[in-house]
């Protein structure tokens, strides 16, 4: 008897199963955790600020912020297609499991970039948006594009970007830089190689298979434990110039002397220990996105009561609930930053 071979079609899904599916893609090449975190320091830049705009306008504002920082994770995933699907953490992207193609992906990234970047000029200020505009261009550009491939300082250099967002608050608050948001930058700087290079300690195969020169791959573990040592005491400095620059107070000052102690003591547990202990450098990982957290929440509540004892009442600025919303909701979309790089 012959057996006939019948062909079998793919199941599909009902149109709605599909959108929601396609937009879930979409969300993910975001990067929203990524995304949630620099609208977060962005947000702290703008409160800090001694204007704010309107809250609606402060709304609109915050939204543009988070389209753009959306574009940079939606134009990085696009270039990094080819290594994203060699590695394993990030094979699962939607490029790489092909339910979104690169070109649908490039197109997606410049118009939400260029809408990010409009709507920002309108609602606040050229220079606010040509910031936003050349972070996402050295992102893409200078990070992604040039230095993630060619060097081991990639993530020092590189990680200007990521540390733009509260100087991109604060010029839209206030249509010019100051001190206070160079102080922003800096800390975000400063702490973007320890908490990156203990997430690559783990994962140096990953990257060296991939063809990333990441310093634990290029310079092994002992070299980056120390560079991580040494960036990680110039960071505790930094975290100290808000309240130095007067414009954060007495509840900052408390979590940066304990959390500056606690990240410096994780950073030299990491450097003594051995290399088949992966926990140390997790730890330290895990702690540096809570040490971000609770720095800028520190400072969105010190500048709140700042705020508020320098305004009449009848005009103060945001009242306490809705800066308690704003903490919470931060607080649920920053921890866990694993897909950053």
Same mark, same amino acid.
């Given at each position: 008897?012959?057996?006939?071979?019948?062909?079998?079609?793919?199941?599909?899904?009902?149109?709605?199963?599909?959108?929601?599916?396609?937009?879930?893609?979409? #969300? !993910?090449?975001?990067? &929203?955790? $990524?995304?949630?975190?620099?609208?977060? %320091?962005?947000?702290? +830049? @703008?409160?800090?600020?001694?204007?704010?705009?309107?809250?609606?306008?402060?709304?609109?504002?915050?939204?543009?912020?988070?389209?753009?920082?959306?574009?940079?994770?939606?134009?990085?995933?696009?270039?990094?297609?080819?290594?994203?699907?060699?590695?394993?953490?990030?094979?699962?992207?939607?490029?790489?499991r092909g339910t979104i193609s690169r070109f649908a992906a490039l197109v997606f990234g410049l118009a939400l970039g260029g809408f990010a970047a409009v709507v920002l000029a309108l609602v606040?200020?050229?220079?606010?948006?040509?910031?936003?505009?050349?972070?996402?261009?050295?992102?893409?550009?200078?990070?992604?594009?040039?230095?993630?491939?060619?060097?081991?300082?990639?993530?020092?250099?590189?990680? #200007? !970007?990521?540390?733009? &967002?509260? $100087?991109?608050?604060?010029?839209?608050? %206030?249509?010019?830089? +100051? @001190?206070?948001?160079?102080?922003?930058?800096?800390?975000?700087?400063?702490?973007?190689?320890?908490?990156?290079?203990?997430?690559?300690?783990?994962?140096?195969?990953?990257?060296?298979?991939?063809?990333?020169?990441?310093?634990?791959?290029?310079?092994?573990?002992?070299?980056?434990?120390?560079?991580?040592v040494i960036y990680s005491g110039l960071m505790v400095l930094a975290s100290g110039l808000p309240w130095l620059l007067g414009f954060a107070g007495t509840i900052y000052s408390v979590i940066?002397?304990?959390?500056?102690?606690?990240?410096?003591?994780?950073?030299?547990?990491?450097?003594?220990?051995?290399?088949?202990?992966?926990?140390?450098?997790?730890?330290?990982?895990?702690?540096?996105?809570?040490?971000?957290?609770?720095?800028?929440?520190?400072?969105?509540?010190?500048?709140?009561?700042?705020?508020?004892?320098?305004?009449?009442?009848?005009?103060?600025?945001?009242?306490?609930?809705?800066?308690?919303?704003?903490?919470?909701?931060?607080?649920?979309?920053?921890?866990?930053?694993?897909?950053?790089?």
């Open positions: 008897m012959k057996a006939t071979a019948i062909p079998l079609s793919r199941p599909q899904l009902p149109p709605r199963s599909r959108l929601v599916a396609h937009l879930s893609d979409l #969300a !993910a090449l975001m990067k &929203p955790r $990524v995304m949630a975190l620099a609208v977060f %320091t962005a947000l702290v +830049g @703008l409160m800090s600020a001694p204007s704010h705009p309107a809250p609606l306008l402060a709304s609109v504002t915050m939204l543009a912020i988070a389209a753009g920082a959306g574009a940079a994770g939606v134009l990085n995933m696009w270039y990094d297609a080819d290594i994203d699907t060699v590695m394993t953490r990030t094979a699962m992207r939607p490029i790489p606040t200020n050229l220079t606010a948006a040509a910031l936003l505009a050349c972070t996402i261009l050295f992102y893409i550009v200078v990070y992604t594009a040039w230095l993630k491939r060619a060097t081991p300082q990639n993530i020092v250099i590189g990680g #200007a !970007a990521g540390a733009l &967002p509260p $100087v991109i608050g604060w010029i839209a608050a %206030t249509g010019e830089i +100051g @001190l206070e948001p160079l102080a922003l930058f800096l800390i975000i700087f400063l702490w973007t190689p320890p908490h990156f290079w203990a997430l690559a300690l783990n994962r140096a195969d990953d990257y060296a298979r991939a063809g990333v020169p990441m310093l634990p791959v290029v310079a092994g573990r002992a070299a980056t434990t120390r560079q991580i940066v002397a304990i959390s500056g102690a606690a990240f410096l003591l994780l950073a030299l547990q990491l450097n003594r220990s051995i290399g088949a202990d992966r926990r140390a450098a997790q730890r330290l990982f895990l702690f540096s996105v809570a040490y971000l957290f609770l720095l800028f929440a520190a400072l969105l509540i010190d500048s709140g009561a700042i705020s508020s004892r320098d305004t009449p009442p009848a005009v103060k600025l945001a009242p306490a609930a809705s800066l308690s919303r704003d903490l919470r909701t931060a607080h649920n979309f920053t921890i866990a930053t694993a897909d950053e790089v």
